[in-house]
C-alpha cells in the first residue's frame, strides 16, 4: 500500500480536509453507519456522559466527517463519539462534512482521530498502533508524528502486546494498571511474568512493589513471593501436584515447593533456625 505525504492529525489524512468548498450538511442519523474498523470499544463512561449533556444543551458544534458508500448512506470517517452523543442525547440529525475516500483512507483516518484522544486505553492504541504498522506499512516514526508523540513512547506501547494474553486481558479491564504492565516486560521469563502478575492482583501490589520483584527475577533472584506465587499457578494447572505438597507441609510442618523442569526436578522444604532443621531431619530419618 502507497504511503501518503505525512502531517499530524487527521487533516493530512482526510482529502480535502483543507478546503473551503467541503461546507457541511445536516444528514440523518439514521443514514450514518459507523465505521466496521473503528478501533474504540468503550464509550458509556463519564466524559461520554458529559459530553451528551453538553450536546443536549449546545448541539454539536464541530462537524462529524463521512463518506458516501450508497445512496443516502454514510459512513462514518471521524467524530464517533460526538455521533454516538447526539443519538444518546436524542438528535435525530447531525452536520457532516462529506469526504471521498478509499476503504484505507477511512481506516487509517478513525485510527489515527481515536489514538489522539487522551482516555484511549494503552491496549487499544497498541493495537492501533500495530495496525497502522502491518496494514499501511508505517514506521514507528511516521506513527509517532502523526499523533504528535515521540518514537520511544509508540515503541513502549507496542511492547504491551508481547505480554501473554491473560496479563493483556488484565490490563484492558483495568486490574492492573500501565505501569504494572510495563515493569512485568523487564522480566524475561513468560512463567515468571504469570507468576508475578497473579501476585501483583492477589496481593494489590504498587506499581513500585512490581518493579522490585521485576528487578529481582530478570537477575535471576526470584523472591520467596515469587516462588510461591509460581508454585500456586503450576498448583492450579496439576491438581496432583498441590495434594503432594500439601501433604508434606503437613508432614513436616512447614512450606514445601516442588519444582519440576523438563527433564527434572527438585523438592524445597523451608527451615528457619537451626532446631527446626534438627526438626526436619529428624522426620527425613523416620520417613
Known amino acids: ?21 467541503h461546507a457541511p450538511t445536516e444528514i440523518p442519523l439514521d443514514q450514518i453507519s459507523f465505521n466496521p474498523y473503528q478501533p474504540r470499544k468503550k464509550t458509556d463512561d463519564e466524559k461520554f456522559q458529559e459530553l451528551v449533556k453538553s450536546v443536549r444543551m449546545h448541539g454539536i458544534l464541530q462537524p462529524v466527517v463521512v463518506r458516501v458508500i450508497g445512496p443516502n448512506k454514510y459512513e462514518l470517517v ?25 476503504n484505507e483512507q477511512s481506516l487509517e483516518a478513525a485510527l489515527v482521530e481515536n489514538l489522539q484522544r487522551e482516555d484511549i486505553g494503552p491496549l487499544e492504541a497498541a493495537h492501533a498502533y500495530h495496525r ?18 515521540s518514537r520511544s513512547a509508540v515503541a513502549n506501547t507496542l511492547r504491551l502486546l508481547n ?5 493483556q486481558s488484565s490490563l484492558a479491564s483495568g486490574e492492573i494498571t500501565e ?27 504498587s506499581v513500585r512493589d512490581t518493579e522490585h520483584l521485576c528487578r529481582e527475577a530478570a537477575s535471576g533472584n526470584v ?3 515469587t516462588s510461591a506465587a509460581r508454585r500456586d499457578q503450576r498448583a492450579e494447572l496439576d491438581p496432583n501436584m498441590a495434594e503432594i505438597e500439601e501433604h508434606l507441609r503437613r508432614l513436616f510442618g512447614t512450606r514445601v515447593t516442588i519444582n519440576i523442569g523438563k527433564d527434572r526436578g527438585k523438592i524445597e522444604i523451608e527451615f528457619y533456625n537451626e532446631d527446626d532443621l534438627n526438626r526436619i531431619l529428624g522426620l527425613l530419618g523416620a520417613v
Open 78 to 102: 471521524a467524530g464517533e463519539r460526538r455521533c454516538r452523543a447526539a443519538a444518546a442525547a436524542g438528535l435525530t440529525r447531525i452536520p457532516a462534512t462529506i469526504r471521498d475516500m478509499t
Open 223 to 225: 523472591s520467596r513471593e
Open 132 to 149: 497502522l504498522a502491518e496494514e499501511f506499512g508505517l514506521t514507528q516514526d511516521e506513527i509517532a508524528f502523526r499523533i504528535g508523540k
Open 1 to 21: 500500500m502507497e504511503k501518503r505525504g505525512l502531517g499530524k492529525g487527521l487533516g493530512a489524512l482526510i482529502p480535502g480536509a483543507d478546503r473551503e468548498e
Open 163 to 167: 505480554l501473554p494474553e491473560e496479563i
Open 179 to 205: 505501569g504494572h504492565a510495563r515493569a512485568l516486560l523487564g522480566v524475561p521469563d513468560r512463567n515468571d511474568q504469570r507468576a508475578i502478575w497473579r501476585l501483583v492482583v492477589d496481593s494489590h501490589l
